[in-house]
Structures are given as structure tokens and as C-alpha cells.
């Protein structure tokens, strides 16, 4: 089971970060993780993510340069870390998990086969 944290109201050009934590059995370790949003009345968008061990990590282009993704397999936790953040940045976040053991990033949410509920993010302009 995964849960995110963190959302929020942010002013525009401020940061802010998402923590996605795994509970019960399940261990973040054996998965490829992603961050995933959907503002409304538009389609679920990939964010971010990185592979089950953590030697790659894709980004969509509205996110490079401002969001990262990060893993403690120790604390069983995935953040991603937003900066820069922009009104259309407003959505709600949700953090996913991939039990294919692949080399590269899945940008597809159909590949994904646990999710959280999501975090709302709300920026300010």
C-alpha cells in the first residue's frame, strides 16, 4: 500500500516535496517508482520516476530541471522534490510502483500496478 504526503498550497515559484511511503509488506527496494498527476478535467500525466535500482531516472519535459526523484529503500520511502513551481504545476499527485524488475523508467500508468490516493498540489500565482 502506498501513501502519499506533502501537498499543499505553495506560491508560485516556490518548492515543495512529496513523500510516497509503502506500509505493509510491500518494500519500495523491489519496485520502479513514479510520481504521476492529473489536474482537472485533463488526462494522468507521467512526472517522474526511477527504476527498481535506482540507475535511471526519466523526467517529462515540464519537470526537468525543477523536480527530482529520490528513494531511501531504508526508510521505504520516494520523494519528489519540486522547485520552481508554476500555477500549472496544479494538480493531484500520485505516486506508483512498477513490480517489473525493468532497467529504464515506465512512463505508461497502465504499466503501473500499485498507486496511492494522491496528494493535492495547489499553486498560487
Known amino acids: 500500500q502506498l501513501k502519499e504526503s506533502g501537498g499543499g498550497l505553495v506560491q508560485a515559484g516556490g518548492s515543495l516535496r512529496l513523500s510516497c511511503t509503502a506500509s505493509?509488506?510491500?518494500?519500495?527496494?523491489?519496485?520502479?517508482m513514479a510520481w504521476f498527476r492529473q489536474a482537472p478535467g485533463k488526462e494522468r500525466e507521467f512526472v517522474g520516476g526511477i527504476n527498481w535500482e535506482s540507475r535511471d531516472t526519466e523526467y517529462a519535459e515540464f519537470a526537468k530541471g525543477r523536480f527530482t526523484v529520490s528513494r531511501d529503500n531504508i526508510e521505504n520511502t520516494v520523494w519528489l522534490f519540486m522547485n520552481s513551481l508554476k500555477s500549472e504545476d496544479t494538480a493531484v499527485y500520485s505516486c506508483?510502483?512498477?513490480?517489473?524488475?525493468?532497467?529504464?523508467?515506465?512512463?505508461?500508468?497502465?504499466?503501473?500496478?500499485?498507486w496511492g490516493q494522491g496528494t493535492q498540489v495547489i499553486v498560487s500565482s
Open positions: 506508483a510502483a512498477d513490480l517489473g524488475r525493468r532497467k529504464y523508467v515506465n512512463t505508461s500508468p497502465a504499466n503501473y500496478d500499485s
Open positions: 505493509g509488506r510491500a518494500f519500495i527496494s523491489d519496485y520502479g
